[in-house]
């Protein structure tokens, strides 16, 4: 019904930036909430940074001031630039959108397959 396509991920130097997109496609009536989760190994997945329909963001203190999070509703895709990158942001990063399929009374919870960002010198 409802798939995520994650791209931008890879392997940057301490202080680089780097750019995650993530595009929904599919039969979709409407996107709530659409945002991005971390999982690094041995951790629990957390989340990094949601944005609203409405294109209200919210951060995860470690991220603030680093990390920007934005929409582009008519290309239903969300993005995550990541400035100042810290090793300790090495982790998985997973696409998360709670969208309503068409045909459907409710919304869903739809995750992407990952994308791998390693900060490393």
């Known amino acids: 019904q409802v798939q995520l396509v994650e791209s931008g991920g890879g392997l940057v130097q301490p202080g680089g930036s780097l750019r995650l997109s993530c595009a929904a496609s599919?039969?979709?009536?409407?996107?709530?909430?659409m945002g991005w989760h971390r999982q690094a190994p041995g951790k629990q997945r957390e989340l990094v940074a949601v944005?609203?329909?409405?294109?209200?963001?919210h951060y995860v203190d470690s991220v603030k001031g680093r990390f920007t999070i934005s929409r582009d509703n008519a290309k239903n895709t969300v993005y995550l630039q990541m400035n100042s990158l810290k090793p300790e942001d090495t982790a998985v990063y997973y696409c998360?959108?709670?969208?309503?399929?068409?045909?459907?009374?409710?919304?869903?919870?739809?995750w992407g397959q990952g994308t791998q960002v390693t900060v490393s010198s």
């Open positions: 998360h959108v709670n969208a309503r399929p068409r045909g459907s009374f409710s919304p869903n919870d739809y």
């Open positions: 599919g039969s979709i009536f409407s996107i709530n909430d």
């Open positions: 944005i609203s329909s409405g294109g209200n963001p």
